[in-house]
């Protein structure tokens, strides 16, 4: 006969089997985070390569370019061998379904990147579309990481993943800002709704970083504010900001101020990417400290008397006066089984409110998904169709996107049905 302390090993077995499974996770996520940052780079640097047509820019960033994207290529393929070596079975995952969506997603975003590269080397699409089509790649890389944040089993890993990323979404943010500003004095000239998405998109990075500031391990928190500190690059960056935010339309702007600040915020981007590097080596160790921490767990109960020294029936038996006591389980823990069970219990009712604390976080981006999801079936649009509707309708009634998403959800049932 089973007894009450063979499920509590069982718990602890799947306990770590979680942990362990949360442990490769981390992992991928660490190797996502090396990717998109040199995605991002790439994308800056093939901004520069087509406004050099234009005259403006400088030789040095094609050559920069081209070994950016073999670096790129080269965690590509360990991207791959990651996704490649998941363990695929049903029910291994929580949201396996995403996770599993997403992940064949980017891989088709991979297998179209050398078309969108031969492209650029003809120069055969504009700055725009070039950004667009990088956009779309790292959006789905980050959807990965927001799956692994969304299905971790433990709060304290759960709040690291939750912080990492918010900063890695801010941190593309960001990136999509340097790409705006390059296209702005690029183009030498103030336009209205180029001025509008840089505003929105000042405003969407610094809503991801209050939350990464929120959930954000002490140390990674400091450096971060250390980094924002005023100093000549961040200096540069608000200057032109200025320049880029504030112009009035169909004011010239100066062309040669898109090298400056195309650095500029590159160094910005580095600094980011040594937080992301730290907040990823925390997740790492915060895993390995966990599992450590549930496997003496495991070996304390193991080593507790067998099934044959427990008593049966209910785990209670009567001393001399006929009063019930607990059943003890031997000199090791001294403590009964009822009292192992309880405190199980109430470890996992603690762990399941803190998480759901944690992943209050991420409810913004889950309406928002909502919100696309809506607008795909009922207006029949693409995926990226119905986030770039959602932002244009944010921007034009300044308002923010998951005002606007929750608003599209209201009038859900006022949306014509699809065909």
């Known amino acids: 006969m089973k007894s009450a302390l063979h499920f509590l090993v069982a718990a602890r077995q799947c306990e770590i089997a979680e942990l362990e499974q949360l442990q490769r996770t981390s992992a991928l996520v660490e190797r996502l985070s090396q990717f998109i940052h040199a995605l991002q780079k790439e994308r800056g640097l093939s901004n520069v390569f087509l406004y050099n047509a234009g005259g403006h820019g400088d030789a040095r960033h094609g050559d920069a ?29 929580g949201h396996g379904a995403r996770l599993f969506s997403r992940i064949a997603y980017v891989l088709q975003e991979l297998d179209a990147l050398p078309a969108l590269r031969a492209r650029i080397d003809a120069r055969d699409l ?8 990088f956009i779309q790649l790292v959006a789905g890389l980050l959807a990965v990481v927001f799956e692994a944040a969304d299905s971790a089993p433990d709060p304290g890993i759960s709040r690291l993943l ?156 009567a001393d001399g006066d006929g ?52 607008l795909m079936a009922r207006r029949q649009l693409g995926e990226g169709e119905a986030h770039k509707l959602l932002r244009q309708t944010a921007m034009n009634q300044n308002r923010r996107l998951i005002d606007v998403a929750e608003a599209v959800l209201a009038m859900a049932d006022l949306l014509p049905p699809a065909g």
């Open 162 to 317: 939750v912080a990492m990323f918010n900063f890695m979404q801010g941190k593309e943010f960001a990136g999509q800002e340097r790409a705006t500003g390059v296209a702005a004095f690029g183009a030498g000239i103030s336009d209205a709704q180029r001025q509008q998405h840089w505003l929105h998109l000042i405003a969407s990075q610094e809503r991801c970083l209050q939350v990464f500031a929120e959930f954000s391990p002490p140390l990674p928190l400091a450096l971060w504010r250390e980094a924002c500190a005023a100093d000549a690059t961040v200096a540069v960056i608000e200057r032109l900001r200025r320049v880029g935010c504030t112009a009035a339309p169909g004011m010239p702007l100066d062309g040669d101020m898109a090298m400056p600040w195309f650095d500029s915020y590159t160094l910005r981007m580095d600094a980011m990417q040594a937080i992301e590097a730290l907040l990823a080596t925390e997740l790492q160790q915060q895993c390995a400290r966990r599992i450590t921490e549930a496997r003496a767990a495991l070996q304390a109960l193991q080593a507790e008397p067998s099934q044959a020294a427990m008593p049966q029936a209910s785990g209670f038996l």
């Open 126 to 133: 504009s700055p725009e579309a070039a950004t667009a089509a």
């Open 323 to 374: 009063q019930a006591h607990s059943a003890r389980l031997g000199p090791q823990l001294d403590r009964s089984v009822i009292e192992l069970v309880q405190d199980q219990s109430q470890r996992l009712l603690a762990m399941q409110a803190e998480l759901e604390t944690v992943r209050a976080a991420l409810g913004e981006r889950k309406t928002v998904e909502r919100a696309k999801g809506l």
């Open 65 to 93: 370019r081209q070994a950016q994207m073999a670096e790129c290529d080269a965690i590509a393929e360990a991207v791959r061998e990651s996704f490649f070596g998941m363990d695929t079975t049903a029910g291994h995952w």
